[in-house]
């Protein structure tokens, strides 16, 4: 109907189309990234790309699928089900084991009526030798040249195999077969340069991102990031009734290291303070953010914990920061730090209240002799 009624020939509908599909896989785990996250911070970015990524590119297979099930044309979207193998093996790197591939071939056959041929079968494995064989290439191409070579040519090799199986079983002619085949493989190189195209952009927003939410000296997180997420923070913590506690410090007499050593003494000290810190929090929970947000001064948000459970981690902080100290130049420099922390309350209106009763606390520490902790 595309060329008969609009002029437009099949192959480039479905380039818009393949790539229509991608894009709003792109666009909706984007966003179901941004709620996991607010709620389970602990979840990696890549298990919800791997589950989503498979769940929505089984809809739209199936989906596609069953409108034309036990039909002479059942072939019909066979190139996108081929993308859809080199998209989740290849680009979302998800591995799938035997034991799961089954069901989901098994699955596609019984929809298709299919079950009881011999090439169905023999399609089957295929399939899951190439999703295989996609994975292993991802994992080359990692340490290696001539990527863009090695995906092509496996894509191409299996693709082949694959059409070839539906040739007999469909008797296709030999000009479907080759039409069907160019079409893959400009869908092949297509996806390659449009996903590639997308890490990218990603690549430069992170790293602006990073560069707007980082520190330059400690590479912590700076102020803006800590406004940003103490506040979905804070709202998700009263919408939810979910425990979520601070940590604010900050060095002692930090004007008189540097007066006595130098600036770049003093910045050696915020760079030690936060490697210590961070180390410590990585050994502890990665849930735990570190910020600089100040000049000696850093807040560590702890969500999900009362402040009770803060003291599991906040008394090893302590105690590493003040005992260690760092050597400069040929001199050794002693430092302490002073400690406030708190949970949000039912009478915390907004994060501002919260970061109040942190920061009373952290100079009651001050106020009370220094080196410290006033938890309350």
């Not at 009881?116 to 494995?125: I, K, Q, V």
């Not at 961070?278 to 050994?283: A, F, L, P, R």
Request: net charge negative; glycine share 4%.
């Amino acid at each position: 109907m595309t060329w008969s009624v609009w002029r437009v020939a099949p192959v480039v509908t479905s380039i818009f189309f393949i790539l229509g599909v991608f894009t709003l896989y792109v666009v909706l785990v984007d966003w179901l990234k941004s709620k996991i996250r607010l709620k389970y911070p602990e979840v990696r970015e890549h298990t919800i790309e791997s589950w989503f990524g498979v769940i929505y590119i089984l809809v739209f297979v199936y989906s596609l699928q069953l409108g034309i099930a036990g039909q002479d044309i059942s072939w019909l979207f066979m190139n996108f089900q081929l993308i859809a193998v080199i998209f989740c093996a290849y680009f979302l790197a998800i591995h799938i084991p035997f034991k799961a591939f089954l069901p989901i071939v098994v699955l596609f056959m019984w929809i298709n009526s299919s079950l009881s041929y011999w090439e169905s079968w023999t399609y089957s494995l295929a399939i899951i030798l190439f999703y295989w064989s996609m994975n292993y290439v991802y994992k080359w191409s990692q340490k290696h040249n001539y990527v863009f070579l090695v995906y092509f040519t496996t894509g191409t090799f299996f693709g082949m195999i694959l059409w070839f199986l539906v040739k007999i079983k469909f008797s296709l002619s030999w000009y479907i077969f080759i039409q069907e085949i160019s079409y893959f493989l400009v869908f092949q190189a297509l996806l390659y340069s449009y996903i590639r195209m997308l890490n990218k952009n990603q690549r430069l927003e992170n790293n602006l991102a990073r560069s707007a939410h980082h520190d330059a000296l400690t590479q912590a997180k700076n102020y803006a990031a800590y406004m940003t997420e103490v506040s979905d923070l804070f709202q998700n913590s009263h919408n939810n009734k979910l425990h979520l506690s601070m940590m604010m410090f900050d060095i002692d007499h930090f004007k008189h290291i540097n007066d006595t050593y130098g600036h770049l003494a003093g910045d050696k000290v915020l760079q030690h303070v936060v490697d210590v810190v961070q180390t410590v929090i990585d050994e502890n929970d990665s849930r735990i953010q570190l910020y600089r947000t100040g000049g000696e001064e850093f807040n560590v948000l702890f969500p999900s914990y009362d402040l009770e459970e803060t003291q599991k981690v906040v008394p090893q902080i302590f105690n590493a920061l003040n005992h260690l100290g760092i050597d400069f130049n040929g001199q050794h420099i002693d430092f302490t730090v002073s400690i406030g922390v708190s949970e949000v309350s039912k009478k915390d209106d907004d994060p501002n209240d919260f970061y109040k009763r942190v920061d009373a606390n952290l100079y009651h520490s001050k106020d009370n002799g220094r080196m410290q902790i006033t938890a309350k």
